[in-house]
């Protein structure tokens, strides 16, 4: 049972261009969430994330958005860089749940074209 | 600052030996999950330790193990290997024991290959 979803595999933006991933959950329970940037080669890097008491946070190019009701994120990069060429995972955790892991979706593949 | 470090980085083993992966988390985090990443699929979680205590753990069999030393590294044991351990097997760290809003801090994780 996948809790957290990634349904686009991936995804191919124009240089200077907004990239918008999205990400779908299940569990109700997920109070907090995070993205990651993942390179060949290399561990998962964090780049932000959002407390359910929120519907948005932002870091310079990147911003998050939460959708409690649609249970649903969405990853908002501006503009876009081909250095964020990369695979961007979306991940969940439950604090009240009594354990203590991240879910992780499957990843989208970011392109960003010179 | 020295970010989590694992060893090795790649590594190759035949089915039914063991293995060992270490971490070392970053200075001042307490806590140290373990993650399983096979092609295609996000990292999945396999255990969690803080304090030298363990956590928190996955669903993966007894064959997979862990511990946490007095430094807070840590050593992931794998016994019995089968062809589907291959993966790449991710170390984080955290300076909270609970997840809620505290991010985790991956190694560049070790690439394990069984034969």
């Known amino acids: 049972d996948q809790q957290v979803k990634q349904n686009s595999p991936s995804l191919s933006v124009q240089e200077g261009r907004i990239s918008i991933l999205n990400c779908d959950y299940t569990?109700?329970?997920?109070?907090?969430f995070l993205w990651y940037k993942k390179y060949p080669a290399e561990g998962p890097t964090f780049l932000i994330s959002?407390?359910?008491?929120?519907d948005k946070n932002e870091d310079g190019r990147f911003t998050v958005f939460l959708n409690k009701s649609a249970k649903h994120l969405s990853l908002h990069i501006v503009p876009s860089q081909p250095g964020d060429s990369a695979v961007y995972f979306c991940?969940?955790?439950?604090?009240?749940?009594?354990?203590?892991?991240?879910?992780f979706g499957t990843g989208t593949r970011l392109k960003v074209l010179a | 600052d020295a970010g989590v470090t694992q060893s090795p980085t790649h590594l190759i083993k035949t089915r039914g030996q063991q293995v060992t992966l270490r971490c070392s988390p970053i200075s001042g985090h307490k806590s140290v999950s373990w993650y399983q990443q096979v092609l295609g699929q996000g990292p999945q979680f396999i255990f969690q330790y803080y304090e030298k205590e363990e956590r928190g753990r996955g669903n993966f069999p007894d064959r997979f193990s862990a511990r946490q030393f007095p430094n807070y590294s840590s050593e992931l044991n794998v016994n019995a290997l089968l062809l589907g351990d291959s993966a790449l097997y991710l170390c984080a760290s955290s300076l909270r024991r609970g997840t809620g809003n505290t991010e985790a801090f991956f190694g560049q994780g070790t690439r394990l290959t069984v034969v």
């Open positions: 569990n109700s329970m997920f109070d907090y």
């Open positions: 959002i407390s359910s008491i929120k």
């Open positions: 991940a969940a955790s439950a604090r009240g749940s009594g354990t203590y892991k991240y879910i």
